[in-house]
């Protein structure tokens, strides 16, 4: 259905595109599209950003999960971050560029995952807040009560983490789609990163080879599909509840 | 001032009192109350007259703004709370067999001898299949799920049970093969038991009831004869708790 879909894109996009563009046909982008599988410059950019996306991806979820149950400590914490926490999910990420590149610098490869990290653990943040506050006190109580236990932290294993699993995997989701937007637009500003899929989009733009730019286009859409699978997947097995 | 009998077991209430943040009035007020071991009371009142709360206070999940609750030996990790809402007390990331052994799993106490008990739990309940296909408690249908919330909460043969409007919304063939149920762990164990209920037409023996009245707050006290006979009156009245003493007996 997807290959159909982008076939149908492709040619309608062809219908409007300007003659001196040499814009590809469907049958030509999707022969370039299985030619750069195999292209080591397209294979190389996709571990590059692959690479990117997982380390913005892990540090996401260590400081995410590190925050929610910080700031769920106690309501006096909370009531000092939220409005932090409002203000900063306000501000587009591309705000932050010109903060971290004069820290890091504008080359510095770890620009990318550090800004990708910012709305990426923020969703994550917000998500598992809200699966706290809406973990089923009722139930919790419960295991209190059948396993003899006092201890919070024994509870927060056994209850607590199960209670606020679906949350965290829903904004693990949409912050990897966060992830692999930013990643891929701030190397396409030639930022940090001079290997990854979004470079090579822009270098192969420069060079009017617009299939090989649809084919990455085609790659970075499979990116973030497998890892939605993957993600669909692991939550079926272990958050089918 | 409230006397208080000797009890080698159960539960003493003196002069409780609850109330709720944001209301302007207790919910329960100065409530003196003794329920001795093997003792089977009911809790009788409309919404909202302060029974689940009182069960929240007695299972130490609310904290009385004065007065006490004593347990007399009976440890808080001896106490079952069975509530309306099966799903309350299951784990939904468990299977059934789980849900059923997490009580005594997390005790140390999954032995041969307590396993052998839990097959035979899970046979009287009807709930073999489930076990067997690892089925999890969203799986199962409403009974299911009722029928599994009494076997995780009896499974540590607790010596007080609470029952929050346990036996409501299911079907009287359910509500009797799970008292029955219930009635032989208590005869087995001995356990202390409090059960809420809405109304009374489920127990239909009037005569063989011995009643007692509990003003838990400001609200007229019902007239137990009227309400036997016509149960809405409860209704219309409410806001007090009826207690009915030797149920095992009615039933």
Known sequence: ?241 | MHQTRLIYMGVILKNLTFQYRDSIHPIIEDLNLEIKENETIALLGISGSGKSTLLNLISSFQKPNSGSIELVNIDKSEVSYIRQSAMDMLFPWLTVKENIEFALKERNQLDSEAKERLVSLIKILGLTEKVNKKNYPTELSGGEKKRLSFACGLSYSPKLILLDEAFTGIDFSLKWELWSFLRAEIKRTKATVIFLADRIVFFNSKKQIDTKEVKVNKADIVDIEKSLSEPSFIKTKGETLKIYKEINEAI
């Open chain 1, 1 to 241: 259905m997807l290959p159909l879909f982008l076939a149908v894109l492709f040619s309608l996009l062809k219908l409007f595109s300007p003659a001196i563009l040499k814009f590809p046909n469907v049958v030509e982008i999707y022969s370039d599209f299985f030619i750069s599988l195999s292209d080591n410059s397209v294979l190389k950019a996709i571990l590059s950003t692959a690479r990117l996306i997982l380390i913005s991806s892990f540090v996401s979820v260590i400081l995410g999960i590190l925050f929610s149950f910080l700031l769920n400590l106690n309501k006096w914490i909370w009531s000092i971050f939220e409005p932090t926490l409002d203000f900063l999910r306000s501000i587009p990420v591309t705000f932050f560029i010109p903060a971290f590149a004069i820290i890091l610098g504008i080359s510095s490869p770890n620009i990318i995952w550090i800004l990708a990290v910012i709305p990426s653990s923020l969703i994550i943040i917000v998500n598992v807040l809200h699966g706290i506050k809406q973990q089923n006190l009722n139930r919790l109580h419960q295991y209190y009560l059948i396993s003899g236990k006092k201890s919070k932290i024994s509870a927060f294993i056994k209850v607590t983490f199960f209670e606020v699993l679906p949350y965290f995997i829903a904004g693990f989701k949409i912050s990897l789609s966060y992830a692999i937007v930013i990643v891929t637009v701030l190397e396409y500003m030639q930022m940090g990163n001079e290997t990854g899929l979004g470079t090579l989009v822009y270098n192969e733009m420069e060079q009017l080879n617009y299939k090989r730019v649809y084919s990455i286009i085609i790659i970075v859409g499979l990116i973030g599909y497998i890892l939605n699978q993957l993600i669909d997947k692991i939550s079926q097995k272990y958050g089918r509840f």
